[in-house]
């Protein structure tokens, strides 16, 4: 007689390892019943930092993408046109929307450390779609100047 092999998982995997929703499911389920004894508290903790990484790498994004266009615009006058227009405003409206539902966001936006990285990001990304060169190793604009609606900047020498 032989004997069936069945299926196994690897030994460690959890729910949550197998399958991140269903086991998301399972947790709000026992949330809900009052079940805090069979929480998976270390991976709760986890998802819920994880949601916050995930609201600052949308914000570095969103800002990576609205200089790289402010950088295309001052150093490429030559190609400006409406698409580059709809593209800043469109990430500064996203960017305005997004500091105001998570507001402990905006003190990123003031951290040079953070500044940095963003505009390294912009650049590559600027350069990836033209020729640009001599571009100065950290952002020329203020903030305040690169989130203001109605703030282009001036061509490049």
Same mark, same amino acid.
């Given at each position: @007689?032989?004997?069936? &092999?069945?299926?196994?998982? /690897?030994?460690?995997? +959890?729910? #949550? ?16 019943? %009052?079940? =805090?004894?069979? &929480?998976?508290?270390?991976?709760? !903790? ?7 990484? *995930? ?19 001052? #150093? ?5 046109? +409406? +698409? ?19 507001? *402990?966001?905006? /003190? @990123? =936006?003031?951290? !040079? %450390? ?5 505009? *390294? $990001?912009?650049?590559? %990304?600027?350069? %990836? ?6 571009? /100065? ?5 203020? @903030?305040?100047?690169? =989130? $203001? ?5 001036? *061509?490049? /020498?």
């Amino acid at each position: @007689m032989t004997a069936k &092999l069945q299926p196994q998982n /690897p030994i460690g995997t +959890s729910l #949550y390892d197998r399958d991140i929703v269903a086991w998301a499911n399972e947790q709000a389920r026992l949330l809900r019943e %009052g079940r =805090l004894d069979r &929480l998976d508290i270390e991976h709760i !903790a986890e998802e819920i930092e994880d949601v916050g990484k *995930s609201e600052q790498r949308e914000l570095a994004s969103r800002m990576a993408v609205l200089i790289a266009h402010l950088i295309k615009w001052a #150093y490429q006058p030559e190609r400006r046109g +409406s +698409s580059w227009q709809r593209t800043i405003r469109t990430q500064r409206h996203a960017i305005a929307l997004r500091i105001k539902r998570t507001p *402990s966001l905006k /003190p @990123m =936006l003031h951290d !040079a %450390g953070w500044q940095e990285e963003i505009w *390294s $990001d912009a650049v590559i %990304g600027a350069i %990836g779609e033209g020729t640009l060169e001599d571009l /100065p190793q950290t952002c020329p604009w203020t @903030m305040t100047q690169v =989130l $203001d609606p109605d703030w282009l900047p001036p *061509s490049a /020498p």
